[in-house]
């Protein structure tokens, strides 16, 4: 079994930043692919970054520029750094892993709060 723990949300100005975290454990390899997804409120859930095993990373175009994604395969986490935080960026986010394959299995977190504010 794999979990996932998110952490690092929390409530911020505009033009705040955060930094979130991912701990994963239990059997999870290097290979499988991870992301953030975030969800407001009446919204679908969508992707925010997704990062392969071998580094190479995509980013929704309303977050380039503003948040990174990256990954510490040694410790099984990861990290979502985000800057210029605007109120649209208000949501729920999760960290999400696969493993890879026809019978592919999905992991979810619990979901960390991002409130952006004055």
């Known amino acids: 079994q794999v979990h996932l723990v998110e952490s690092g949300g929390g409530s911020v100005q505009p033009g705040g930043s955060l930094r979130l975290s991912c701990e994963a454990s239990g059997s999870i390899f290097s290979t499988y692919d991870m992301g953030w997804y975030r969800q407001a409120p009446g919204k679908q859930r969508e992707l925010v970054a997704g990062i392969r095993g071998n580094g190479t990373t995509r980013h929704a175009n309303s977050v380039k520029g503003r948040f990174a994604i990256s990954r510490d395969n040694t410790k099984n986490t990861l990290d979502l750094q985000i800057d210029s935080l605007k109120p649209e960026d208000t949501a729920v986010y999760y960290c999400?892993?696969?493993?890879?394959?026809?019978?592919?299995?999905?992991?979810w977190g619990q979901g960390t709060q991002v409130t952006v504010s004055t």
């Open positions: 999400h892993t696969r493993s890879p394959g026809w019978a592919g299995v999905d992991y």
